[in-house]
């Protein structure tokens, strides 16, 4: 038989408190269980540890020796747990990050890796979502915070600038819509478009937009992805909008044209809000202090007479 630090335990117990009843008690075990363990401690050591009497138990010789190395030996362990607690695991946080298809696809992508790396034990949670509905779930305390377009009411939220976000129509190098400088939506819902599937936060406040000027967008293809989509544009298939960040990162591999959009709707922010930064938990805090120190520089949207037509140079010179 090997004896454990329950045993140990259980022993001094059963001195602390003068009673094999008592002592089986503060162990949380039977007086029968108690009794066989230092039966077979006993055993163990070939000699007796106490004297049993009416009222109750005395040590033996033996067992005032076996005491002291009890807790010599409970010492030591608790020492050792706690020296190998900071070598513990801590169980990883989730923190949830609401938003849009922009914010998701054109600035965490080169924030969030740094974020992770500096905080191991911290996973992040990114919930896309059209910038009404995380309006709409900061509002009601679903979500604690958010990346949303300044497009939207958000005066009843604390919010803090993130990056400018405008968004641009892009289309063919030989459409007809290169003649333009700069246009409004309604100029473009005419023409075929090549979209982002419906599902897509970005897509859907399009095609509100659209329909608020009585328009239907015709869509010849939807796919998952800006870059999908600009490597269509740039075979003649159709025009589409996306967010000026990502048009310029996506014309140094597909050629095409960008055309600035006018309207609040199209000359967005993107802005961090939460109810009230002051009174989220630490982790969001310090999330959220994470994210503005490394905002985006401000970013003007494509401009136009970086990427113009021939024909258009011909005109500005005359």
């Known amino acids: 038989m090997r004896f454990d630090f329950f045993d140990l335990q259980l022993l001094l117990h059963i001195v602390a408190t003068g009673s094999l009843t ?5 162990a949380a075990i039977s007086l029968q269980a108690a009794s066989e363990r230092i039966k077979k401690l006993e055993q163990y050591f070939e000699t007796p540890l106490f004297i049993r009497h009416n009222a109750g138990v005395e040590l033996t010789t033996a067992g005032h020796a076996l005491v002291e190395h009890a807790k010599k030996l409970n010492a030591q362990k608790n020492k050792l747990e706690q020296d190998m607690q900071r070598f513990r695991q801590k169980s990883a946080e989730s923190l949830i990050l609401w938003c849009n298809s922009s914010a998701q696809s054109e600035y965490l992508p080169a924030l969030l890796p740094q974020y992770l790396m500096h905080y191991p034990h911290i996973n992040i949670d990114l919930h896309e979502a059209e910038s009404s509905e995380i309006v709409d779930a900061l509002t009601k305390g679903i979500a604690r915070l958010g990346l949303v377009s300044s497009f939207f009411d958000t005066r009843h939220l604390h919010t803090q600038d993130f990056a400018s976000d405008p968004l641009v129509l892009i289309c ?7 003649q333009q400088a700069q246009l409004n939506l309604v100029d473009a819902l005419a023409y075929d478009f090549i979209g982002l599937m419906p599902h897509h936060s970005l897509q859907q406040s399009i095609e ?10 015709h869509y010849r293809l939807r796919l998952p992805n800006f870059s999908a989509i600009a490597e269509v544009v740039a075979k003649g298939v159709g025009v589409a909008i996306m967010p000026a ?5 996506l014309q140094g591999i597909y050629h095409f044209q960008a055309i600035q959009l ?3 709707w199209a000359n967005r922010k993107l802005l961090l809000a939460s109810q009230d930064f002051d009174q989220l938990p630490q982790s969001y805090q310090d999330f959220a202090k994470f994210l503005l120190a490394r905002k ?18 011909q005109t500005d010179k005359k």
Do not use: Y
């Open 22 to 26: 008592q002592g089986a008690d503060r």
């Open 172 to 178: 063919p190098d030989s459409h007809v819509l290169t």
């Open 208 to 217: 509100t937009q659209a329909k608020l000027l009585g328009f239907n967008i």
């Open 245 to 249: 960040r990502a048009a310029q990162r």
């Open 262 to 264: 006018l309207g609040a």
């Open 296 to 313: 985006p520089q401000d970013e003007q949207s494509v401009l136009v007479q970086d990427h113009i037509t021939p024909q258009r140079q």
